[in-house]
């Protein structure tokens, strides 16, 4: 799906996002420009840098529910991560280059499953031949006859004759073993067991930058047991099936892939990147935050990561950040932080209109989940539309009278309206709800006529 047009984007996005139409098409455009770089003349493809993206708008406007979604609808390799994470190279921490690591880990394994996938037919022929091989030890060749004139007897046909027996036997038990007939039989697997301990490392500076993949070399210095276990044929196929297909990968061509991937079409997006902005500079516990910045400024740029798979270079990956940024602004990163995220876009507030679409609209619609759940007890409930206007009403009202948590504030809404129904379910014997407009107004009245109550339950 890498090769969707922007309008198709969207309209996949629409499917569980409610408005925010702009940020939308900026991040269609983003993704498409990545398919179009790769169309580009060679000399040319590496001078196009990507167009990194800030989302801004108050929390659960939709922000992380975009890239969450973008995720499922790229190929590309996606990683999300919180900015508020990392910590000034200096401190005890994360630093930043580890969620390009992180980014690449994630994108290897996918190809290594790939991989596996690809090569689990042979892998499962070789395992079945391993299994008949236990199932049936090869037996010695038998001698011919004393009373037979071993120079009157081609040696062919005494080889013949003594794999004949075999050879039949092994046939039908692959046969049995396809069909299934061996499946609760009992046979004994050696398992090669890893005695792995336990070993954190801290360290300001990342192992990997030193070129030491400490995981692999305890792995490899550790004595390898071998455990006999009796278990039935099938799963004793499975884990057999499964050590074949490991050996079929090959490793190095996936490393390689997995680089080129990431390097080409990464996707990585920044979550609450307001945190790491302070405007009244470096002081207190806040200390870390501008040295942050700094740090992220050269993998935003294109800079080179040393890691345990080889170095991988920043300079065509796609950086999308996001940001409530309601006690400071995007102008209080620093300039060249801010010089390095040419698209700015700005999310909209959401209110009773957006969250009736929110509620009914979406495919993954809060309604729709609640009535699945209930469902799975023999419960049906009906929703009228009065009600759910009353749902959307309450929400912008708290939401106006609290904090702005957007369309978060839904869910805690649908619990609370709901909890006595969840609570009873089983043991009910009117199996049909209707929830209107007053059960609703009834419900959160007191509630939400008192203020102090209203924050700590709503």
Known sequence: MSDLKPIEIVRE?????????????????????RWRRRQVDPELRDEIAPKNIILIGPTGVG???????????????????????????GYVGRDVESMVRDLLELTVNKLKSEERDAVKEKARQIA????????????????PSQNTDAKDTPLGLVTENAMEAPSSTREKLRQMLKNGKLDNRFVDLDITEKNMPVVEIFSNVGMEEMGINFKDMLGNLMPKNTKRRKMKVVEALEILADEEAKGLVDMDRVTQKAIEKVEQSGIIFLDEIDKI??????????ISREGVQRDLLPIVEGSTITTKYGPVKSDHILFIASGAFHSCKPSDLIPELQGRFPIRVELNALGAVEFIRILTEPKNALILQYLALLRTEGVEVIFEDGAIQEIAQVAEDVNNQTENIGARRLHTLMECLLEDILFEAPDMDNKKIIINGDYVANKFKNIKDDQDLSRFIL
């Open 277 to 286: 902005s302070s405007k009244n500079g470096g002081q207190g516990p806040n």
């Open 128 to 143: 079945e031949e391993r299994m008949l091989d236990l199932l049936l030890p090869k037996s010695q060749p038998s001698q």
């Open 63 to 89: 922000k992380t529910e975009i890239a969450r979604r973008l995720a499922n609808l790229t190929d590309s390799p996606f990683y999300k991560v919180e900015a508020s994470k990392f910590t000034e190279v």
């Open 13 to 33: 996005l629409d499917k569980y996002i409610i408005g925010q139409d702009k940020a939308k098409r900026s991040v269609a455009i983003a993704l498409r420009n």
